[in-house]
């Protein structure tokens, strides 16, 4: 009966191979290096945006961008909307960076 780790180095040592089921294990304090550097840390986040005026049902289908309103869209649904598409991505940014220094891919800000 012959054993075959799940990670492994391949024959001459130059590849590391995580084979199906198997896992790489950082523990705490541990890091990820590229080329012996760590991922620098990502540009710092700006306060999230509030949204004041959420009322209403969003509206996705945003139209052109007209010069006729103060906001520049056709409607002040299609603003608030745009706003809570970018708080969404702004919260989704900051999962990904907190788990990426979380696993020490990146230096923490």
């Known amino acids: 009966m012959s054993y075959q780790p799940k990670v492994y180095r391949k024959q001459g040592g130059d590849e590391l191979v995580v084979a199906d089921g198997g896992v790489i294990n950082i523990e705490t304090g541990g890091i990820v290096k590229a080329n012996g550097t760590q991922g620098a840390a ?21 139209q052109a961008v007209i010069n006729t309103n103060a906001y520049g869209f056709a409607s002040a649904q299609e603003a608030i909307t745009t706003l809570y598409v970018i708080q969404n991505l702004q919260v989704r940014l900051a999962e990904v960076e907190a788990r990426l220094e979380a696993l020490g891919i990146v230096v923490a800000n």
């Open 42 to 62: 990502l540009t710092a986040q700006l306060t999230s945006i509030t949204i004041a005026d959420a009322a209403g049902t969003p509206d996705y289908a945003i």
